[in-house]
């Protein structure tokens, strides 16, 4: 399917810290990741054709936490297009903390299902990005969790489900 960004569209970026990627520290509110170099390649190749480029992204943000600022963060600016990047955070050091509690595909995708609904009823063109893990060798700590190939793997099972949804 084809997405035709039109002068004076809306595009928001909304997801976890992959997303944010330090949008409040940025001077266009669009962070150092890709929604920056998208909207960079988008200016260089269309100069004549002006877009409204957002970041809503919120780093450790979990569907839910998506759903729970959708309405203001998303809704209310009736993006013409909205990219998603989200999932990250659904597994992982949030799923396997002993306080933490883990989270079903079938909440993850039910939660998915309610945050597409009202853009797909507003015609609101979408790009979904699969969340991902990154495959790292060797030992690695993030905060207090030590990510050996055991982990990666259990972590591994806990996000394929949630990329099929």
Known sequence: MTI???PGS?????????????????????????PLRVAGEWGLRHPDRAVTWLNSGIAGDKVMDLEARWQT???DTRPDVV?????????????YDPDGYVIPAEDF?????RLLAPLAEAGTGLILIEPFLLPIRGLVEVGDVHLDEEVRKEWRADLDPKIQV
């Open 73 to 75: 963060d998303v809704l």
């Open 109 to 113: 995708a039910a939660g998915y299902d």
């Open 83 to 95: 990219s998603i990047l989200v999932g990250g955070n659904d597994v992982g050091w949030h799923s």
């Open 4 to 6: 035709t960004i039109r």
């Open 10 to 34: 809306t595009v928001m970026f909304a997801g976890d810290s992959i997303t944010d990627c330090q949008r409040l520290e940025s001077e266009e509110g669009l962070g150092f990741g890709y």
